[in-house]
Nanobody, 126 residues
Framework: QAQLVESGGGLVQPGGSLRLSCEPS????????IGWFRQAPGKDREGLSC????????YYEDSVKGRFTISRDSATNTVYLQMNSLKPEDTGVYYC???????????????????WGQGTQVTVSS
């Protein structure tokens, strides 16, 4: 059964950092795209960053460029989202999701995601 499992969320003060992990299992990750999304209370799920497993091309939404970094451990297939300089508006549930490489240029669009993880809560507050 295809699964994505997120971890690493928590409570952090403004300006702080967190690293989220997304561990896929039950399917081939050789040539797919894995992305990170955020859903704030009362808002739609928005794409933040994604990465192609074939050649590690990365994509970022403008509001997180320079603050968030997506990466992958090829030995474990785990995809990470390093989040620095966190702001209160970064609060939300963070999900990872995957799609086929055909949709790489659309990977920040939630409608192309096939499998979602269960989400992990990130709260940025003093």
């Amino acid at each position: 059964q295809a699964q994505l499992v997120e971890s690493g969320g928590g409570l952090v003060q403004p300006g702080g950092s967190l690293r989220l992990s997304c561990e896929p299992s039950g399917f081939s990750v050789r040539d797919i795209v894995i992305g990170w999304f955020r859903q704030a209370p009362g808002k739609d799920r928005e794409g933040l960053s994604c990465l192609t497993t074939y050649d590690a091309t990365t994509y970022y939404e403008d509001s997180v460029k320079g603050r968030f970094t997506i990466s992958r451990d090829s030995a474990t297939n785990t995809v990470y989202l390093q989040m620095n300089s966190l702001k209160p508006e970064d609060t939300g549930v963070y999900y990872c999701g995957d799609t086929i490489s055909t949709f790489r240029d659309m990977c920040l669009k939630s409608r192309v995601i096939g499998t979602w993880g269960q989400g992990t809560q990130v709260t940025v507050s003093s």
